[in-house]
């Protein structure tokens, strides 16, 4: 393949929002979905809205599998791009939106065959919410393959610093469902069953549009299982580190489940708000994975590490304007997504401890960034994993057994977190994570 001179990698800040501030688009545009996803179907009643709790909660796992191939992409495509060869950093591209797709199909199918037992599992039992939500994701689901496809396609465009057509390709579905997801659900009648037919269009338009652009690049589209194979174990880890969260997640869910109907809706609107602001933040960390993948490429450690400190500092102060706003929104929030008195007293629970958690969370998420930009994705499937077993599940599921009900669960949600930003600042501290070379 052809090579071009190595691009310039600056830790400037303007640089830095560059790349940000686009992501930061994309990244919000599908959590702001839910939340007007979660608002729409609120105003159904008590048991719609606990039954989107569940069959979201089962959607965010597939779309963190969908971070596990952008992210390894990301650093792989920046790395070869960082190194001058940007055709190497396109081709990584086609071969991870092979993987994308057939993970999609084997993802619809797994829930078209299991989704009612999976939905039995997370409420606790057969009941309205458990049927209702069986079938919310067998449509839902049929929107996965688009899902992971374009989150493949976020990975390699990122990690050639292109930001503009992701921006259009994720935005643009996303707009159009969310004015279809109130039509389908009211005027057109079909409530829930509207509800997973916004996402299934929304997802596979998404997906269309960033296959689309690969065949624009007229680059060889034929899959290379060996390549595939490479990208499979540098996402192992992620993989890993993606169960690890969506255990404890799925976890929460249950245990929310077992507290009743407002408590598991209120932790739907709480959740779903921490994703969105969650992601909202991690925009920094894809600048970082883009910028700190490419300097490593072009053999420039010190910048790497300069570029690291400079994105922890500006997560840390993103996370505290965002606390600020949450904190001022606490009394008018909840009643965005619920006129339930029980579902917005249980929400107020679970509210001082999602503003405390912003500041810890921006500085965590901008250093994850950095660190699976530099491929150090090993030690991070480590850290999660102590932090997830040995933190997390063990605090919700005490929450659960001394009955200590949503302020329980989201205790354990800052203990999580707590223990992440430990465990990242020592390996920051011990710069073992700055390799550089074209690939890891």
């Known amino acids: 393949m052809s090579t071009t001179a190595a691009p310039a990698v600056t830790a400037s800040p303007r640089r830095i929002a560059t790349l940000a501030l686009p992501a930061l688009v994309v990244l919000a545009a599908e959590p702001l979905y839910v939340l007007v996803d979660t608002a729409v179907v609120g105003h159904l009643g008590r048991v719609p809205l606990a039954t989107l709790a569940v069959g979201g909660t089962?959607?965010?796992?597939?779309?963190?599998?969908?971070?596990?191939?952008?992210?390894?992409?990301?650093?792989?495509?920046?790395?070869?791009?960082g190194a001058g060869d940007r055709a190497a950093a396109v081709a990584e591209g086609v071969q991870a939106s092979w993987l994308a797709l057939a993970t999609g199909?084997?993802?619809?199918?797994?829930?078209?065959?299991?989704?009612?037992?999976?939905?039995?599992?997370?409420?606790?039992?057969?009941?309205?919410?458990?049927?209702?939500?069986?079938?919310?994701?067998r449509i839902a689901a049929l929107g996965a393959p688009g899902l992971l496809l374009a989150a493949a396609g976020n990975g390699w465009l990122r990690g050639i610093q292109d930001t503009r057509r992701p921006l259009l390709f994720v935005l643009g579905p996303n707009l159009l469902s969310a004015l279809l997801c109130p039509l389908l659900v009211y005027p057109a009648g079909l409530g829930l069953v509207g509800s997973a037919v916004a996402n299934a269009i929304a997802q596979t338009l998404s997906g269309v549009l960033f296959a689309a652009a690969l065949v624009r690049e007229r680059v060889s589209l034929r899959p290379r299982p060996r390549v595939i194979g490479q990208q499979l174990v540098l996402s192992r880890d992620l993989l890993v580190r993606g169960v690890a969260f969506q255990a404890s997640f799925l976890s929460a869910t249950a245990v929310a489940?077992?507290?009743?109907?407002?408590?598991?809706?209120?932790?739907?609107?709480?959740v779903?708000?921490?994703?969105?602001?969650?992601?909202?933040l991690d925009a920094l960390a894809i600048a970082a994975q883009s910028l700190v993948g490419a300097a490593l490429g072009a053999g420039d450690a010190a910048g790497a590490r300069f570029l690291a400190r400079r994105v922890a500092l500006l997560g840390g102060l993103c996370g505290v304007a965002f606390a600020v706003l949450i904190a001022a929104g606490a009394g008018v929030v909840p009643s965005w997504f619920s006129s339930d008195p029980q579902v917005r007293e249980q929400a107020m629970t679970a509210w001082p401890w999602f503003v405390a958690l912003q500041p810890i969370g921006g500085v965590v998420f901008a250093l994850d960034g950095v660190l699976i930009g530099a491929g150090d994705v090993r030690y991070l499937r480590n850290l999660t994993i102590v932090c997830a077993f040995g933190g997390f599940l063990p605090a919700i599921w005490l929450a659960?057994?001394?009955?200590l009900g949503l302020g329980g669960i989201w205790a354990g949600l800052m203990l999580f977190v707590v223990l992440r930003l430990v465990g990242l600042l020592?390996?920051?501290?011990?710069?073992?994570?700055?390799?550089?070379?074209?690939?890891?």
């Open 58 to 81: 089962v959607m965010t796992l597939t779309a963190w599998v969908g971070t596990v191939v952008a992210y390894g992409t990301t650093g792989r495509s920046a790395r070869r791009f």
């Open 105 to 137: 199909v084997l993802v619809a199918v797994a829930i078209g065959i299991g989704g009612g037992a999976l939905a039995r599992t997370l409420v606790g039992g057969p009941g309205e919410v458990a049927d209702a939500a069986a079938g919310w994701l």
């Open 257 to 270: 489940a077992r507290f009743g109907a407002a408590a598991v809706g209120a932790h739907q609107i709480a």
């Open 272 to 280: 779903q708000l921490w994703f969105f602001t969650a992601l909202v």
């Open 400 to 403: 659960y057994g001394l009955d």
């Open 426 to 440: 020592l390996r920051m501290r011990s710069g073992a994570w700055a390799v550089v070379g074209a690939v890891r």
